[in-house]
């Protein structure tokens, strides 16, 4: 069996040698345990300080893509090289490497494809009230929409098969945290968490520049995730709520014009055609969307034959 652990890096030479310093070089189950660094456009020296210390692969892009790109080269490249388990940690040490046991035991156990850190998010000093809260919220949306039972969503220390790291995608080009945990939820893999550490802050978060950022873009987030993996309810609510609020708008007019007064109640017949017309067209829209989600999970099905006959093939190379 063999495990690698991946860290997604962007200028990241000085948190880096602390965040190796920590890792594993052996884990309970494992016969193998390598590191790989994705260095997404770094323009500093992360990549020679990933070679200097040992790690044992590195990726590298030319530009920076973000984190969740970097993520899915990180999960491809662990899968090209042999994985059995893949580990995604951060290079800011934010989470304690020696819960890397703790994190693949579930996977080695039978129990679980994917294993998510759960961080002890009140006790973080570092973490604004405000973005404890959208993590709360991120997470609770994420429990509803993948059917799972993962209390800190956004956590990035997770653990999962090679073969639920065959499935994953990624549209969100934020983060890839909350949409992967969706997907397996949907795909049906088996997805549970178990309680880490977390170490005190090396720097400020890349992905939290500001609050109203943090707080404009998880809200974005979380809305496209409902467009994208819950298109049909999405878009079937707001048409049915549209053609409710026409129906009670028309029986108004309806009421005055029966007692005689129509005339002065033209607004209301406007507006409540108007309402019917936009609710019957999202219901529509909700049905139109609803095979677009077929479409892609059909799409996602032949992608991941396709993944799966070509790292077989390498294996087989190997």
């Known amino acids: 069996m063999k495990l690698i652990i991946q860290i997604p890096c962007f200028n990241e030479a000085e948190s880096l040698p602390i965040t190796l310093k920590e890792l594993p070089r052996a884990v309970p189950g494992f016969d193998q345990v390598e590191w790989l660094v994705i260095n997404d456009g770094s323009t500093d020296d992360t990549d ?15 530009k920076n893509q973000g984190l969740a790109r970097g993520f899915l080269a990180g999960l491809d490249a662990c899968i090209k090289r042999g994985a059995d388990v893949i580990v995604n940690t951060d290079a800011d040490n934010q ?41 709360k919220l991120g997470s609770a949306v994420v429990r509803f929409v993948s059917r799972t039972n993962i209390p800190d969503a956004p956590s990035g220390f997770r653990a999962m098969t090679r073969e639920a790291a065959l499935q994953l995608n990624v549209f969100n080009d934020y983060t890839y945290t909350l949409e992967t945990i969706i997907q397996a939820g949907q795909k049906g893999m088996a997805v549970v968490s178990v309680p880490i550490r977390v170490n005190r802050e090396l720097r400020p978060s890349r992905l939290v ?12 987030t979380i809305v496209r995730i409902f467009v994208v993996y819950k298109a049909f309810r999405f878009f079937m609510t707001i048409g049915v709520t549209e053609l409710v609020l026409g129906l009670l708008v028309g029986l108004r007019y309806l009421y005055y014009y029966l007692n005689g007064d129509g005339s002065g109640h ?30 892609r999970r059909l799409m996602e099905d032949v992608q991941y034959r396709v993944k799966k006959l070509e790292h077989a093939g390498m294996r087989d190379e190997g």
Do not use: E, W
Not at 48 to 62: E, K, L, Q, Y
Not at 114 to 134: C, Q, T, W, Y
Not at 275 to 290: E, M, P, S, V, Y
């Open 48 to 62: 020679m300080i990933a070679r200097t210390h040992g790690v044992d692969h590195v990726v590298s892009f030319t």
């Open 266 to 295: 033209v607004q209301s017949l406007i507006l409540a055609s108007i309402l019917l017309g936009i609710g019957f067209q999202t219901i529509l829209t909700a049905f139109l969307a609803d095979l677009l989600a077929v479409n």
């Open 95 to 135: 989470y304690m490497a020696a819960d890397i046991t703790a994190l693949t035991a579930p996977i080695l156990a039978g129990g679980a494809d994917v294993v998510v850190g759960a961080r002890p998010i009140n006790d973080i000093d570092s973490f604004s009230p405000a973005k404890k809260l959208l993590q």
């Open 209 to 220: 520049k500001s609050i109203n950022s943090y707080i404009r873009k998880s809200l974005v």
